[in-house]
């Protein structure tokens, strides 16, 4: 069983700097690529940034220039460091740990902390 424990989200005004981290645990085996997704009211879950086992990065186009994905291989653990938060930012973050085993993909969630960013 793999858990997957994000850190508290909270409430910061526009243009002010939020951090989440993220503790994968338990029976993890060929970890590949591990990130941040989201969810606002209304739509569908979208990608905000990932980094895989060979440290390659990957960010939404909303998100670049501002928010910094960084992973600790040997701990498990991804970060998301955004800066210059504003209200469209606002919306529930996922961590998601992918595993490549056997020829099989499987995917990992976290519960979900909510960001909010005040106008």
């Known amino acids: 069983q793999v858990q997957l424990v994000e850190s508290r989200g909270g409430l910061v005004q526009a243009g002010g700097s939020l951090s989440l981290s993220c503790a994968a645990s338990g029976s993890i085996f060929s970890p590949n690529a591990m990130g941040w997704y989201r969810q606002a009211p209304g739509n569908q879950r979208e990608l905000v940034a990932t980094v895989t086992s060979s440290g390659q990065t990957n960010y939404a186009d909303s998100v670049k220039g501002r928010f910094t994905i960084d992973r600790d291989y040997a701990k498990n653990r991804v970060y998301l460091q955004m800066n210059s938060l504003k209200a469209e930012d606002t919306a529930i973050y996922y961590c998601?740990?992918?595993?490549?085993?056997?020829?099989?993909?499987?995917?990992?969630w976290g519960q979900g902390t909510q960001v909010t960013v005040s106008a």
């Open positions: 998601n740990l992918e595993t490549y085993a056997g020829g099989r993909t499987s995917n990992y």
